[in-house]
C-alpha cells in the first residue's frame, strides 16, 4: 500500500485559500499527479487543502473524502509568561533540544511545557483517524505493527504540515516533537510512504520520500517557505 501526504499550495492564511502562487504550484501538483495511479482522495475541511486538491479532483474528473480529523493540527499549549496558546511546531531550539522526554518517542507526552495544554489529546484523534482509515482497506493496528491482509492501494490525502507529521509519527513510532521541530514540507510537496511485509501479514511503514517538491523545482518555481524559519538569524530591533 502506499500513502501521498500532500501539503496544501503557498497559503492565504487570512482566507483560508491560495495565493497566487498557491494556485500555480497547485496546477504543477495535479500535472505530477494524474500520473500517480492514486485509488482514494481524502481531503481536510480546511480551505486551502480543499482548493489545493480541487485542482487535481477537476483535471482527473474525480472526488474526495473530507475527513475531519485531517485538519491541521489543532493541539497547542500555553506559552510560559503571556499565556498565549502556540502549535507544538513553535517551539524554541533551546527548549526542545534540551528537553529529553520530547526527543522519546512515548515519553513527549510528559514535557511540562506540552501537558499545558491539549497536544496529546489532539494527537490520539489523530492516531484514532489514521487507523481507522487503513482498518478500511485491512490493515489493523496492534501493537507498532500493523496485520492483515496487504494491498496495492495508493491513497492521497491533502492537509497540512502539522497533521503530517503528526501521522509519520504514529506510523513510525517516531516522537511528533522532533518531527514537528527539525523536518519541513513545502507547500504542495509531495510525502510518500509504503509498506512493507517481510513477513507476511506483518506491515509496517517506510518513508521513501519526504516532501517532494520536484514537480514545482522543475518548472523553475522556488521551493515554499511557508512555515519554515530564516536560515540566519536577523535582529529586526536593530536599527539599519
Known amino acids: 500500500m502506499k500513502i501521498l501526504l500532500i501539503r496544501h499550495g503557498d497559503p492565504d492564511y487570512e482566507h483560508d485559500t491560495l495565493t497566487e502562487q498557491g494556485w500555480v504550484e497547485a496546477e504543477l501538483l495535479a ?30 474528473g474525480r472526488t474526495g473524502e473530507t475527513l475531519p480529523w485531517l485538519r491541521e493540527f489543532w493541539g497547542g499549549f500555553d506559552e510560559p509568561y503571556t499565556g498565549m496558546r502556540r502549535c507544538p511546531w513553535n517551539l524554541m531550539p533551546q527548549y526542545w533540544t534540551a528537553q529529553e522526554k520530547l526527543l522519546h518517542p512515548t515519553q513527549w507526552r510528559e514535557d511540562g511545557l506540552l501537558r499545558t495544554g491539549d497536544v496529546a489529546e489532539v494527537y490520539d484523534e489523530t492516531a484514532v483517524g489514521v487507523d481507522e482509515l487503513l482498518a478500511r482497506y485491512g490493515l489493523i493496528r496492534q501493537g507498532n505493527l500493523y496485520k492483515g491482509e496487504n494491498n496495492h492501494k495508493t491513497i492521497a490525502l491533502f492537509c497540512h504540515f502539522g497533521i503530517s507529521m503528526a501521522i509519520l509519527s504514529h506510523l513510525m513510532m517516531i516522537s511528533p516533537a522532533v518531527l514537528w521541530q527539525a523536518f519541513f514540507t513545502p507547500t504542495a510537496s509531495v510525502t510518500t510512504l509504503v509498506t512493507e511485509e517481510r513477513t507476511k501479514g506483518k506491515i509496517i511503514f517506510r518513508c521513501c520520500g519526504l516532501g517532494d517538491a520536484s514537480h514545482l523545482e522543475g518548472q523553475g518555481r522556488v521551493m515554499g517557505r511557508s512555515g519554515l524559519m530564516r536560515e540566519c538569524f536577523e535582529d529586526d530591533t536593530i536599527e539599519r
Do not use: E, H, W
Open 31 to 60: 500535472r505530477r499527479l494524474q500520473s500517480a495511479a492514486i485509488d482514494d482522495f481524502y481531503l481536510s475541511p480546511l480551505g486551502r487543502a480543499q482548493d489545493t486538491a480541487g485542482v487535481t479532483l477537476k483535471a482527473l
